[in-house]
Every structure is written in C-alpha cells, then in structure tokens.
C-alpha cells in the first residue's frame, strides 16, 4: 500500500497513457503539416522561373514562406508538447513549442508564447488565475515518459490522486549535456517569465550572477518578441550577438528549439561583413578600451543609434499611409 503523499502506480500509469494517446494525436497533425508544406513547395519548384517578372517573384515568395515552415516543423519534433493546463469550467489547454490546429482550424495546442499560455507559468495556489491544475509533460523525443501535477485548486485534491514525476525542473538539470544549450520553455520560472513578456519600451537590461540563466533568458525573450511583435520586426529583422563564435555555436539551436528559425546570428569579431576582429597587438590601445570610461563611450553611442519601436498603430497607419495612391 502507498504511505500518505505517494500516488499508487497504476494512477501514474493511467495519466501516463492519457497523455500518450493525446500527443500522438499531436505529433501526427506535425506529421500532417510537414507533408502538406513538402508538397506545397514541391510544386512550387517544379514550375521553374518562367512567367513575367511578378510571376517569378511570387513564386520565390511562396517557395520561401513553405521553406521557412518546413523548417520550423523540423525543428519543434523533439518534445514538442510539454504543458498541460486543466481550468476552471472544465477547459483544458495543451502548450507546446509552436501552435497547432486542426485542419477545421479546431484548436489541439498553444504557442507557449501566446498570451493565454502566460498563466502556465505565473499560476500559483494563491493567485491561481483561472487554473486547477498545470500538468508537466515529460518526453523523450515523441514518447511520455512521465507526468507531474501540480494541484492549484484544493477542491481538486478531493476529486483525483495527484500525479508526482521526477519532476520537470529537476529533470532538466538532471539531463544528459551535449555541449549545447538546451531550451528552458518548459521550466521557465514565474520571475523569469515576467522578463520574456515584459513590454517593449526600448533597450531592456538582463542582469544576474553567472550561471542564472541570463542568456537562456534573453533568447526566449527574442522568441517572444517574434512572436508577439512579428509584423513590426519581420521587416527589420533580428540579429543575436554574441562574444565569440564558440559562444554562437553553443547557442545555435535554442531558437530553432523554440519556433524562430529566421534569426541573424553573430559573434562581435565578425559583426561588420567583410572585417572579422582580432586580438589588440598594441598594449597601449588595449589598456585604453579596457577603461571603465569607455562603457560610457558605448554606452552613448548605443544611445545614439536606439531606435524604438513604434506602436502598432502608429505602425499600421504609416503602413496604410505608404499604401494609398498619389492623388
């Protein structure tokens, strides 16, 4: 028998399969997704650059869009489903890497960047926001290895057994290293989520000791900010610096992992196209650009160059303005 606060095996087992069945479902609508886009731009390459000019440029356009998709799907396979939320008046909400519908355009999955996905990490049993419950799935690629709940609602413990898992942060910091840094969207912590979908007033600062995830931050904070802010940025674009390349290809895969594969990435020796940055022979200049003062020279020319982020409408009105004929 059980001792108080263990949940008996087959309990654990049932939501196991549960969830089993319920990405299954999921990870063959991915699979349904990802043959759909193949063929798109199949057919899209099999009718050559021929036509007027439009035609052709239409026609790299929708090469392009199904080529982007392809590879956002590609990237999402591995855990792709990692939440669960069960709310009050019975509604149930699955978050994931990206979102998915049916092809009735029902919903099966929420981005985790959406903002009805926000209270899967800020929920908590005196501010539940809505939620019974928050569920943690575990996966190891496509398979449920095991699932955690967390029982918000105290009504709720008298209804069902609570589920305990390993646990998916200690899970996370218990896995294997590969030599790149791995997502952190399933373990994102209340405080840390406030700062991935904190407004976009301009340059933001991510400060904190070292190893306390400041860079694992700001990546999916860049995820957010496309998702969130895509028609304003899309045109810009975004670009993601880092120290040195080493550093880059330690980080290449987080966004992919997250659903952005549009990303420019650079390390500072290689920022300006056509001068890659070397070591300062002269001691003499290196003692200079190593003085405090000079954060203060970056800093202003930072300041100089900032440019913020115009509101969608005034966006959407100097957008429409740009459109509309001569008279």
């Known amino acids: 028998m059980p001792t108080d606060g263990e949940v008996p095996v087959p309990a ?22 990802r043959e759909e886009k193949e063929t798109q731009l199949s057919e899209v390459r099999s009718t ?11 026609r790299d356009a929708f090469a392009t869009m199904y080529e982007d998709r392809l590879a956002q799907l590609n990237a999402v396979d591995d855990r792709l489903v990692f939440g669960r939320l069960d709310l009050d008046g019975g509604d149930c909400r699955y978050i994931g890497r990206i979102g998915l519908t049916t092809a009735e355009r029902q919903r099966l999955m929420l981005d985790w960047r959406a903002p009805e996905s926000g209270v899967f990490y800020q929920a908590t049993a005196f501010d539940r926001q809505g939620v019974r419950r928050r569920r943690h799935l575990m996966l190891r690629r496509r398979d449920v290895q095991g699932v955690e709940d967390e029982v918000l609602d105290p009504d709720l413990l008298e209804e069902t ?3 305990h898992g390993d646990g998916a942060l200690l899970a996370a910091l218990n896995a294997r290293r590969t030599g790149q840094m791995g997502d952190i969207v399933a373990t994102i912590q209340a405080e840390q989520d406030r ?12 400060q904190g000791g070292p190893g306390t995830g400041k860079t694992a931050v700001a990546l999916h904070r860049a995820a957010y900010l496309l998702y969130s802010h895509r028609e304003r940025l899309k045109s810009a674009g975004v670009l993601i610096v880092g120290p040195n390349s080493t550093f880059m290809s330690y980080i290449d895969r987080v966004l992919p992992s997250l659903g952005e594969t549009g990303v420019v990435m650079s390390s500072v020796a290689e920022l300006y196209p056509g001068v890659r940055g070397v070591e300062e022979q002269d001691s003499r ?6 003085r405090l003062q000079m954060a203060e020279v970056i800093g202003a020319a930072v300041a100089q160059r ?12 100097t957008a429409s303005r740009s459109r509309s004929p001569r008279r």
């Open 161 to 163: 057994a609570e589920n």
């Open 12 to 33: 654990l087992d049932a939501a196991v399969e549960e969830e089993r069945e319920y990405v299954g479902l999921l990870y063959r609508r991915l699979d349904e997704l």
């Open 285 to 290: 200049v290196a003692e200079i650009k190593g």
């Open 306 to 317: 900032q440019r913020t982020m115009r509101s969608r409408e005034r966006w959407t009105s």
């Open 48 to 58: 050559g650059a021929v036509g007027t000019m439009q035609n052709v440029s239409e």
């Open 195 to 206: 700062v991935i979908r904190s407004d976009l007033p301009g340059v933001l600062v991510v």
